[in-house]
């Protein structure tokens, strides 16, 4: 709110990716790692360096880093025999140290956050106190448990992260490019939440519309246009004389402007969305599918919620004139070319 609220008394242009993914680093980093982090007022804090070099953020990256990446994706036997792993020297175990140390503290003093981090705590304790074997059929001494914390612990944090900035900038662009859904999405707010001092997990499942709004900005940008799972066990496809072995990289394409799927598929329409125009959710893949879909889902939904309320109540967002046209996607920056520049404004009490 004071960061809109002194980009709005003095005009100043704000760039999308850059604002929110501050707001999500800092709710990452307090509900998945148990710290407190503001990067609105540190932004060069240890803990935002280290994140925008995982991520691979420009400006963050050095040469040997992407050489890296490109020598992993090209060769990943050879790279796994030389042990050269995608992520940038230091990252992970900047973060395992982080968690090492908070498990340490959380089981010396019982202090829960009800975070993560307790999360992995009580699932690990459940394993300890069963049989020798698992549900799932693996024994226990065969399980390292602080391996399975930390890199559970590292999948919250990529699955959170960067896609949850890079969908608020696209909520955001298509908010600019499209005023009536931007006002719709804030009486809804109104409606659900009203005079309320304090937004509750109820409000924020009662938003509808919002997550409506979400939902198709990530099916008409494309952010997420391939899932890719590694098939598990021998499957035949019905009908046809084809079968998936065991090993095969399954390559999922979405079916997002098909017209069996959306009602309107190649118009920005949050009514795609909408339960009475019969959505086909497998033309849809923000989230993926099934049991292996995003495995921060739940949490995405509340997080990207949460920051367009606190945005909508107070605030209209504008376009200004460093405001793109169009969404153009750059692979080479994972980012939209000249990105989501934008202005917002105070609103009054009678809007």
Excluded: W
């Excluded at 709710?27 to 990067?39: D, K, Q, V």
């Excluded at 069963?130 to 999948?155: H, Q, Y």
């Excluded at 509808?208 to 066990?233: M, P, S």
């Amino acid at each position: 709110d004071e960061m809109f609220a002194a980009a709005a008394g003095k005009g100043d242009i704000l760039e999308a990716q850059e604002v929110f993914g501050k707001y999500s680093l800092d709710a990452i980093a307090t509900s998945g790692f148990g710290i407190e982090s503001n990067s609105f007022k540190d932004p060069n804090n240890v803990f935002r360096q280290t994140a925008m070099r995982i991520v691979g953020a420009e400006g963050y990256t050095s040469t040997l880093d992407v050489l890296k990446g490109v020598l992993v994706y090209i060769c990943p036997k050879l790279s796994q025999f030389l042990g050269i792993s995608i992520l940038p020297t230091g990252t992970v175990e900047f973060f395992s140290k982080i968690i090492r140390q908070t498990v340490q503290q959380r089981r010396e003093t019982g202090k829960r956050r009800n975070d993560i981090i307790d999360f992995l705590l009580d699932e690990i304790k459940k394993i300890e106190d069963e049989d020798d074997t698992t549900e799932t059929g693996v024994k226990k001494e065969d399980i390292d448990m602080e391996l399975a914390l930390i890199s559970n612990a590292l999948i919250f944090f990529f699955a959170g992260f960067d896609t949850s900035s890079l969908t608020l900038a696209t909520v955001i662009f298509s908010f600019m490019d499209k005023p009536d859904i931007q006002e719709k999405a804030r009486q809804e707010i109104a409606e659900v939440i009203g005079d309320s001092d304090r937004v509750t997990a109820d409000h924020l499942r009662d938003l509808k519309y919002l997550e409506n709004v979400i939902n198709e900005a990530l099916r008409f940008y494309g952010i997420v246009n391939n899932v890719q799972r590694i098939c598990t066990k021998d499957y035949k496809i019905p009908d046809i004389d084809f079968s998936i072995t065991k090993g095969m990289v399954v390559n999922v394409l979405p079916a997002c402007f098909a017209d069996e799927c959306f009602f309107n598929p190649d118009e920005l329409d949050p009514d795609n969305f909408d339960s009475n125009n019969n959505p086909n959710k497998f033309g849809f893949t923000g989230f993926g599918q099934g049991p292996r879909n995003c495995i921060g889902m739940r949490y995405a939904y509340i997080a990207l919620k949460l920051a367009l309320v606190r945005t909508l109540t107070k605030f209209r967002v504008v376009k200004c004139e460093q405001t793109v046209d169009k969404l153009q996607f750059d692979l080479s920056k994972n980012y939209f070319k000249g990105g989501v520049m934008f202005r917002v404004e105070q609103l009054d009490r009678e809007d």
